[in-house]
C-alpha cells in the first residue's frame, strides 16, 4: 500500500518551493511537493523576474550575491528542458529627487562596501550610455551591469524536475486544504482530501501561505496585493536594461527574446489573490514608459497580466521555523521573491537538515512583527 | 506600377499617386491603399527575412494576423503592411530578423 509519508512536505510550487525540493532531493531528504495548479502559476511565473543586487539591507545584498553566481550556471546544474533565457543587460534604478538619490547611494555604498560592482551615474552619463532613452528631469542614477533577466516560468520548472529526477516527489493540481498539528507539533497536510505525513512542513506558498499558516493557529503577517505586467512582440535585441523609474514607478526592459515587459505601480489595485486586469493599467503604463523610450511606439502589445506580491509590513521576507515545531516558513518576499530562488532553496535545505545559514538570516525571523522590530527594506518596488 | 485597372464588378478609384522608398529605390504607389499592394505593383515579392531559417516571406492572409507581410516602415518593425496605409514619402524597408528598432534616429 502506498505510503503517504515523507520526511518533508512543501507546499507551494512557486520558485521557492522547487528550489527547496531541489536542494533537499539533492542531499538526500526524501520531500515531497504539493502545488494547487501548475509549477510557477502563482506569483513567481507571473513576476517581471528582474534580477538585481540592488538592495539596501546587508542581507538582501549578500543573497543577491549568491543568486546572480547561481544564475550563470543555473541551466546546467538543472539540466533545464527549456533555456532559462538568463541575460545581464543590466539594471538602473532612476531617481527623480534629492531624497530618492540620496538612498540610492547609501544602497550603492553598501552594495559596494560588500562587493557588489554597482554604480552611481550622472544624467549625463545615461543619456551618453542609452541614447535611445529620455528620461528628463532625473538628477542620477544607480546601475549594476551583473544584474538582468532570468524566465521565471522555465527557472521555477526547471527546479521542480530536476527535484523529480533526484527523487522528489512532486504533485501539481493539489491543493493542500490544510496543515496538520498534534499539540504543538506539525504532522503533515490535508491535500486532495488525503493525509500526507512528514515531521517537517515548508510553507511557500506566497500569499496563499497565510490562510494555511492560520490552519494550525500561526498568523502571518502575510497580504496579497495585486500587480500588473505586460509584454509586447519582439524585435531584435539591443539589450535594453532593466529602468525602473522612481517617480511614478514604472519601468520596463527588453528579454533575450527581444520582447519588452512593461509596467508599473498602481495604489489602486486590489489587494487579492484574484489574477485580472484592467484597461487603466494599459493606458497608464504604455503613455508613462514610451515617454521615456519613444522608440518602442511603433511596437505592440502581445498581452497583460497580474500577479499577486506577497506583502509583509516591512517589505522583507519571513524566513523562520514556526511556533508550530517542524513547520518552516517562507513566504512574503513582497515582489522580490523570484530571483531569491536559488538561496531561498539553499536556506531550506540548511535550515531543514540543521546546518548553519550561508547567510545571517536572522532579520528574517517571524517574531519580529509582534516585537515591533521591522526591518524595513529600503529598495523596494 | 502594374494593376488591375478594369473588373468586371468593382469599380476602382485610387488616391493621390505618391512616390515612397523602399530600399532606398523610389516607388509611386496610391496613397491610403495597403502598402503591400503599392509593393506588389512594382514587383516587390519578398517583404521579409525569417529569423530562425533567413527564409523570404511576402504577401499572404492580406488580413493583417498572419505576420508575413511583417517590414520597418519609418522606423517602425513589425508593420503589418497589408493593412497599413501608404503616406507620401513613406521609408520602407525588408526586415530582417525580428526588426530592429531605429535607435539611431531617436
Not at chain 1, 527623480?96 to 552619463?125: A, F, H, R, W
Not at chain 1, 524566465?151 to 521555477?156: A, C, D
Not at chain 1, 531561498?344 to 516585537?371: C, H, K, N, S, W
Amino acid at each position: 500500500m502506498h505510503q503517504r509519508t515523507a520526511d518533508v512536505i512543501i507546499v507551494g510550487g512557486g520558485v521557492h518551493g522547487c528550489a527547496g525540493a531541489y536542494e533537499l532531493a539533492k542531499a538526500g531528504v526524501k520531500v515531497a511537493l504539493f502545488e494547487a495548479n501548475y509549477l510557477s502559476s502563482g506569483g513567481s511565473g507571473r513576476s517581471a523576474a528582474g534580477i538585481r543586487q540592488h538592495f539596501g539591507t546587508e542581507v538582501n545584498c549578500r543573497l543577491a550575491q549568491y543568486n546572480v553566481q547561481c544564475f550563470t550556471h543555473l541551466e546546467e546544474e538543472l539540466g533545464a528542458e527549456l533555456p532559462l533565457d538568463y541575460a545581464q543587460w543590466g539594471y538602473m534604478w532612476v531617481a527623480y529627487t534629492d531624497s530618492c538619490l540620496d538612498q540610492l547611494k547609501k544602497n550603492v555604498d553598501l552594495q559596494n562596501s560588500l562587493g557588489t560592482p554597482s554604480v552611481i551615474m550622472t544624467p549625463g552619463e545615461v543619456k551618453a550610455k542609452w541614447p535611445y532613452l529620455r528620461l528628463d528631469g532625473i538628477i542620477g542614477a544607480a546601475f549594476c551591469h551583473q544584474d538582468g533577466h532570468i524566465n521565471p516560468q522555465t527557472m521555477t520548472i526547471a527546479y521542480g524536475r530536476q527535484a523529480e529526477r533526484l527523487g522528489a516527489t512532486v504533485k501539481t493540481h493539489s491543493p493542500v486544504e490544510r496543515l496538520l498539528a498534534s499539540g504543538d507539533k506539525i504532522t503533515g497536510v490535508v491535500v486532495n482530501g488525503e493525509e500526507w505525513h512528514a515531521d517537517k512542513v515548508v510553507l511557500t506558498a506566497g500569499p496563499w501561505s497565510t490562510p494555511l499558516a492560520a490552519t494550525v493557529g500561526v498568523e502571518l503577517p502575510v497580504s496579497p496585493e495585486r500587480h500588473n505586467l505586460l509584454v509586447t512582440e519582439q524585435v531584435e535585441p539591443f539589450q535594453c536594461p532593466m529602468v525602473l523609474c522612481l517617480d511614478d514607478g514604472a519601468y520596463f526592459k527588453q528579454c533575450p527574446n527581444g520582447s519588452f515587459f512593461l509596467g508599473r505601480d498602481d495604489a489602486g489595485e486590489p489587494k487579492t489573490t484574484e489574477s485580472g486586469n484592467s484597461w487603466k493599467f494599459l493606458e497608464g503604463v504604455t503613455k508613462s514608459v514610451l515617454s521615456r523610450i519613444p522608440v518602442l511606439s511603433g511596437v505592440r502589445v502581445v498581452r497583460q497580466w497580474s500577479g499577486p506580491y506577497d506583502n509583509t509590513p516591512d517589505h522583507q521576507a519571513i524566513i523562520d521555523w514556526a511556533p508550530v515545531e517542524g513547520l518552516l516558513i517562507n513566504c512574503g518576499w513582497s515582489g522580490h521573491g523570484l530571483q531569491f530562488g536559488p538561496s531561498g532553496g539553499r536556506l531550506i535545505r540548511e535550515m531543514v537538515t540543521g546546518q548553519p545559514t550561508f547567510v545571517d538570516i536572522r532579520r528574517f525571523r517571524l517574531a519580529r512583527f509582534a516585537e515591533n522590530d521591522l526591518f524595513f527594506e529600503p529598495a523596494y518596488i | 506600377m502594374r494593376m488591375i485597372d478594369e473588373h468586371p464588378i468593382l469599380e476602382y478609384r485610387h488616391g493621390q499617386r505618391v512616390k515612397f522608398s523602399f530600399d532606398g529605390r523610389e516607388m509611386e504607389g496610391y496613397e491610403g491603399e495597403p502598402i503591400a499592394m503599392a509593393l506588389h505593383a512594382n514587383g516587390v515579392r519578398i517583404y521579409r527575412e525569417t529569423p530562425e531559417m533567413k527564409r523570404p516571406r511576402g504577401f499572404f492572409c492580406a488580413i493583417g494576423k498572419c505576420s508575413s507581410c511583417f517590414m520597418v516602415v519609418d522606423g517602425v518593425p513589425n508593420v503589418r503592411t497589408c493593412v497599413t496605409p501608404l503616406t507620401a514619402g513613406m521609408n520602407v524597408q525588408t526586415q530582417r530578423g525580428k526588426g530592429t528598432v531605429a535607435l539611431e534616429e531617436a
